[in-house]
Structure formats: C-alpha cells, structure tokens
C-alpha cells in the first residue's frame, strides 16, 4: 500500500523535510518525493509569493494487493476449478516480490533514498522571477534570456532603450538584480553556480574600462615602487581586475576589506621600496648626500693674556685714602 504526506514550508528543501518527516517511513524504504510548487517570492518584497509544496510517498508492500483478488474470486462460482489453480499461480510470485525487495535491501543505506533531481530550479524559473521584478519596478516592454555554460548562468535583459533605470549609478541597480537572481538560482542548489547579467552591452563596456584602468594602475606602481588602492568593487569587477594584473609582469593584486567596502589593491612583485630620502630623489632626481663623518677633536687653543684689559678689569683694591680716615 502506498502512503503519502504533504510538506508546506518557505522553501523547496524545507518543504521536502517536512513531508518525509511527516511521513513516518522506516529507514530502509524507498522514499519518493515529488514538488507539487514551487515557492514564488514576493516582488520587492510587497506583493505575491506562495510557499512550497512537496509530496512524499513510499510503497509498504501490505496485505492490500492480497487481499483485493480474494475479494473477486469469492464473487465468482465456487463449483469452478479453474479460479482454484488461479489462486496456487498467484500465490507462487509472492516470494519473487518478496526476493525483489530483500535484494535492494543490502545495497540500501541507512537513510531513505529521496530522489532530488526535481528539486534543482530551472533556469526559465529564473528567466521568470527576474522578468517579475523588472514588471514590478516598471519596465513593461521587457525581456529575459538565459544561457549556462559549466558553473556560470548569464541572463540578457532587452528593454528596449531604457538601459539607464535597470543599470543605475555605476551599474548598482544591476548589481542588486544580479543578486537577487543568485540567490534565487542557487537556493536549493550546493554547487553555487555563478550569475551574470547584462543589458545593453553593459558588461563588456565596463569589462574593457576596468581594464585599461588596471593597466594604467600598474604602470604608476611600477614606476614608484608603491602600492595602490582601487575603488570598492563587487566581485564580478574585482575578477576583472585580478585576471588583468596577471598579464602583467612586476606587479600583484590582492582584495582587502570586508562586503561593500572591498577592493583590489595593486603592489610591486618585490615590494615596496623607499622612504623619505627616496621621495625627495624622486622628485628633483638628485644625487644623495654623502653619509656624515664627525670629525677628530683638535687641540685646544691657548688663552692670549691681553695685559690691558686684565689691568683694566682685574681686581679692585681699597683706596689708601679711606683707611687713613678711619685710622683718624
């Protein structure tokens, strides 16, 4: 007999354990899952959305299947011995269903089987809820294309002319969409696939300018021996970047800082090199001074005595005059 149980949650794997969980099957049995629907999510997080919905069933092999042709053949004449040899033919297969099933049972491990490959999102599901979200912010006319290549899905908005709004300041509101898809791709996925999208030729455009950029960077740190610091980028960019650098012989790049805030820094191979005394030859390329040497003590001088100023400024004696009047 074949049992069943229904899983509603949030999400597709949430929705699955549930069912099985609801289920109560041994830990031998062949558990099938099956997705009734998948969750939607709210567009801007306003309106729309529904749950998963998961069916898990498996087959207990009881007494139903025996007991339904018993039933048909109590309806049928007594006298009749055919329906006799019926019943001997159809009691010898059961062990051969039993044998079917004892067999898996060694291979088995300790946990149901549950078949997940219905469980991996499409990619028009994707195309679908991005397309919700540009409808939602506004854009009618608008379409989405999808194609994948190993790890990597990359979406083609079309809308017409109107790049502007979908792309942003610097490409921030294409940033935000691109995250959104991700997380919907890879929401039941382990793999982690990677995301991209491009409107209007977007990503190759910024692909070349963060190029040159790169060059022209890596040329100033070789030229003073110092490191420097990119703007904040997202990952995709800071990729770019990385693989640019690599062509380039005498520098590195390596990322620093932490969410939004992080970004490339370029240093020479050798590192970096120099200090004050470097700065100031850097500027006015001056030959350096020669390192100072204190010189050996001389000799002391000897004092002139000059004989008028030590009459002039030499000790002063009483007058005579004065011991003469107090002698009065």
């Known amino acids: 007999m074949i049992k069943e149980a229904i899983g509603v949650a949030a999400t597709v794997d949430e929705a699955r354990k549930m069912a099985v969980e609801n289920l ?9 899952v099956e997705i009734i629907t998948f969750p939607k999510k709210k567009v801007l997080g306003l309106f729309g959305g529904s749950d998963a919905k998961v069916k898990a069933s498996y087959d207990d092999g009881v007494e139903e299947k025996k007991e339904t042709p018993k039933k048909v053949e109590k309806k049928a004449e007594p006298a009749a011995k055919a329906p006799k040899t019926e019943k001997k033919a159809e009691k010898k297969p059961q062990p051969k269903k039993e ?21 991996e999102p499409k990619e028009n599901e994707a195309t679908e809820y991005l397309k919700s979200i540009l ?38 509101t294409l940033d935000a969409l691109q995250y959104l898809t991700r997380l919907f791709v890879n929401r039941a996925d382990d793999n982690n696939k990677r995301v991209a999208l491009n409107v209007g030729d977007y990503r190759a455009r910024r692909e070349d300018t963060l190029k040159a950029l790169a060059k022209r960077q890596a040329t100033r740190v070789l030229k003073y021996s110092k490191s420097f610091a990119l703007e904040p980028m997202n990952p995709y960019e800071r990729r770019i970047i990385h693989t640019a650098i690599q062509e380039i012989e005498g520098v590195t790049s390596h990322s620093v800082g932490e969410g939004d805030r992080r970004r490339v820094v370029i240093t020479p191979e050798g590192g970096e090199k120099g200090g004050y005394r470097d700065r100031g030859n850097r500027r006015g390329n001056r030959e350096r ?27 002063i004696e009483p007058k005579k005059v004065a011991t003469e009047e107090a002698a009065e």
Do not use: W
């Open 99 to 119: 044998a079917k099933k004892e067999a898996p049972k060694a291979e088995k491990k300790a946990e149901p089987k549950i078949d997940l490959s219905a469980i």
């Open 135 to 172: 409808v939602g912010m506004g854009f009618t006319d608008v379409g989405v294309t999808a194609r994948e290549a190993e790890e990597d899905i990359y979406f083609e908005i079309t809308c017409g002319e109107d790049y502007g709004n979908i792309i942003g300041r610097r490409g921030e």
């Open 289 to 315: 001074r020669a390192p100072y040497v204190p010189e050996a003590p001389k000799e002391p001088r000897e004092q002139k005595v000059d004989a008028a100023a030590s009459s002039r400024y030499g000790k």
């Open 24 to 32: 109560h099957a041994p830990i031998d049995a062949d558990v099938k």
